[in-house]
C-alpha cells in the first residue's frame, strides 16, 4: 500500500449505477494518473446495501474501497455525507478526491471542499499531473470562451467535478482483486438539519446522452424552433438522442441538459449528425470521443464541415426533413 497522502479518492455514487457511469470513469482516469504518484487508487462508498457496488468498483480500478454500510445511510444526506467523507479524509489523507459533476456531485463537493478547507474545480473537461506532482485540473471558464489549467499547490485534498462523459470506463474484469476497508458508523454521527420524507425516481424515458450511440446534434442553422423540432422526430426513427448547441438552448429550441459543448455534455456516439452548426470550439471541444461524424451546413468552410467525415453542402432542414421521409418509407415497406 503506498502513502496515504498520494492516494487518489473517487467518491462512489451508486444510486443510478447503470445509467451514471461516472464514478467508474473518474475510477479509469485515476488509475492513468496513479503511476505518476506512484498513488493507489481508493473508491469510497456511503449506503446501505453495497457489496454489489464494491465489487463493481474494484472490478473497474479500485484498488481500495473505503465502506460505510448501514440503514442510516441508506438516504442521501449532504451534511452527514460531507461529515463522514471529511473525517474519512481527516485520516487517512488523500492527495486527490475526485467527484462527478452530476447535480449529486455539484451540491456534495463543495459542501466537502469547504469542511475540508481545500479548492474545488468544477465541471472539469480533463485531469492530468504536472511535472511538479500536482493535479491539473482542466476547465471552462468565462463561460466557456476560455479554457483554463488550474492547480492547488498547498492544500489538500486536491478536489475536481469532472463531467459524465469526459473519460472511458476500464472494462469490467472479474479477476480484479482490491482491499476493502469497512468503517464503523461514529457514534456522535451529525443529526442532519433536514429531514427526507419520501423519495421516488422518476422513470427513465431515454438513454444517456453520453452514452448514445446515435447523437443528433442542432444549431442555429435548423433556422426555427419549428424546424429544430424536426430533429426529435429524426432521433426516435434512429433510436438516437438530440443535443444542442449553446445558441440553440439560450434560444429555448431545447433544454440545458441537451447541451452538447465544454459547458455542457461530452459525447462519444457511434455516428453522430451535426445539423446547422458552425462549430466553434466551445461546442467541438466536447465530440472528440465520436466515431464518425456527418455535416451538414450551408457554409462549406464551417469549422464543423472541415472536422466531418462526410460533408453535405445544403440546407440542414431540408437535408433532416428528407431523411426523415426515406426512413418512415423504409419502416413501412
Wanted: charge should be neutral.
Amino acid at each position: 500500500m503506498t502513502e496515504s497522502g498520494k492516494n487518489i479518492w473517487v467518491f462512489g455514487d451508486y444510486r443510478n449505477y447503470f445509467q451514471n457511469r461516472v464514478t467508474l470513469q473518474l475510477l479509469s482516469r485515476a488509475r492513468d494518473l496513479a503511476p505518476a504518484l506512484d498513488a493507489e487508487v481508493c473508491a469510497v462508498i456511503l449506503g446501505h446495501e453495497l457489496e454489489e457496488y464494491v465489487g463493481e468498483y474494484i472490478a473497474h480500478g479500485a484498488q481500495t474501497v473505503y465502506v460505510m454500510d448501514d440503514p442510516v445511510l441508506k438516504d442521501y444526506n449532504v451534511e452527514r455525507y460531507a461529515d463522514l467523507t471529511a473525517r474519512l479524509a481527516a485520516v487517512h489523507a488523500p492527495g486527490i478526491l475526485l467527484v462527478g459533476a452530476t447535480d449529486f456531485g455539484r451540491e456534495f463537493a463543495p459542501v466537502l471542499a469547504k469542511r475540508l478547507k481545500t479548492g474545488l474545480t468544477a465541471d472539469c473537461i480533463d485531469l492530468g499531473i504536472d511535472e511538479d506532482g500536482l493535479l491539473v485540473q482542466t476547465a471552462p471558464s468565462f463561460g466557456g470562451n476560455l479554457i483554463a489549467d488550474i492547480v492547488t499547490p498547498d492544500a489538500r485534498p486536491q478536489m475536481a467535478t469532472v463531467r459524465p462523459g469526459t473519460f472511458q470506463e476500464i472494462p469490467h474484469d472479474d479477476t480484479a482483486r482490491g482491499r476493502v476497508v469497512r468503517l464503523p458508523l461514529p457514534e456522535d454521527l451529525p443529526v442532519p438539519r433536514v429531514r427526507l420524507i419520501s423519495a421516488q425516481r422518476l422513470p427513465q424515458r431515454t438513454q444517456c446522452l453520453e452514452e448514445a450511440d446515435v447523437v443528433i446534434c442542432g444549431g442555429r442553422g435548423m433556422g426555427t424552433r419549428a424546424k429544430f423540432k424536426k430533429l426529435f422526430d429524426l432521433a426516435r426513427l434512429m433510436e438516437g438522442e438530440v443535443g444542442a448547441t449553446r445558441p440553440v438552448v439560450h434560444a429555448k429550441w431545447a433544454g440545458h441538459d441537451a447541451l452538447v459543448g465544454q459547458a455542457g455534455r461530452h459525447v462519444r456516439p457511434k455516428i453522430l449528425f451535426s445539423f446547422g452548426i458552425s462549430g466553434a470550439i466551445q461546442h467541438t471541444a466536447a465530440l472528440s470521443g465520436a466515431d464518425f461524424i456527418i455535416a451538414v451546413n450551408k457554409n462549406p468552410h464551417a469549422t464543423m464541415m472541415k472536422m466531418a467525415d462526410v460533408a453535405v453542402v445544403a440546407d440542414a432542414s431540408q437535408v433532416c426533413s428528407a431523411l426523415i421521409r426515406e426512413l418512415k418509407a423504409r419502416i413501412r415497406e
